[in-house]
């Protein structure tokens, strides 16, 4: 079975600095998915990025980028010039995908909040 | 946004009673989920479909049911409700191939 470890409860962050949450997974399975999901207090689940196993080249989405060692199983997110908005859960998720549907394994998450 | 309901948005409800919660999507996508999302477990799914009539157990099924009768709607069940059971339950959609859309989440409350 698949398993997605966030090892940071919480984090804080100043406004327009640098932050960076970590993922780590565990997977005998060659082709995968892994995804970052933020998680504001209205509830809403939002896809931050997604990134295919088999590509080499790290995701990016405007400020938030991710650092992807297959390897070592890693699965970082970066957020640069982080924003009061930024302040939410995030969550890593992990996916085989089957037949076409992505049944996504979460993480326990970590709790983000940028300060003024 | 996808368009997907859930409902309700909340519900509180008493040990013992059943407890039927809707999804319903506009998007005609071929899959659906249920998760529960619990402080310091992140969502774990409970049930998925993959067509009408087409369902299959998550890792956190037992106490719960689902049925899809049309393309639209799937429903879970708690036959008979438990404390344990009180969480945040979101709903969620995909087309074949394509990323999950989620759901605004139910909160449910089992006294």
């Known amino acids: 079975a698949q398993t997605v470890t966030q090892s940071q409860p919480e984090m804080s962050v100043q406004e327009a600095e640098t932050v960076t949450l970590s993922c780590t997974y565990d997977?005998?399975?060659?082709?995968?998915?892994l995804f970052w999901y933020k998680q504001p207090p209205s509830r809403q689940m939002i896809l931050v990025i997604r990134?295919?196993?088999?590509?080499?080249q790290n995701a990016t989405e405007n400020r938030f980028s991710v650092n992807f060692q297959k390897a070592a199983k890693s699965f970082s997110l970066k957020i640069s010039d982080s924003q009061l908005g930024d302040t939410a859960m995030y969550f890593c998720a992990f996916a085989l995908t089957q037949g076409g549907s992505e049944k996504l394994v979460f993480g326990k998450g970590t709790k983000l909040t940028v300060n003024p | 946004d996808a368009g997907i309901t859930q409902s309700p948005r909340h519900k509180v409800t008493e040990t013992g009673t059943p407890v039927t919660l809707r999804c319903h999507q506009t998007?005609?996508?071929?899959?659906m989920y249920w998760y529960r999302q619990d402080p310091g477990h992140g969502l774990r799914l409970i049930h998925y479909s993959y067509g009408v009539k087409d369902t299959d157990k998550g890792e956190v099924s037992d106490g719960y049911s689902v049925s899809r009768s049309k393309t639209e709607d799937f429903l879970l069940t708690l036959e008979s409700a438990t404390s344990s059971q009180t969480s945040v339950y979101f709903c969620?959609?995909?087309?074949?191939?394509?990323?999950?859309?989620f759901g605004s989440g139910t909160q449910l409350s089992v006294l």
């Open positions: 969620a959609i995909s087309a074949v191939g394509e990323k999950l859309f």
């Open positions: 998007e005609n996508h071929r899959y």
């Open positions: 990134q295919e196993a088999y590509k080499q």
């Open positions: 997977t005998s399975e060659n082709n995968y998915y």
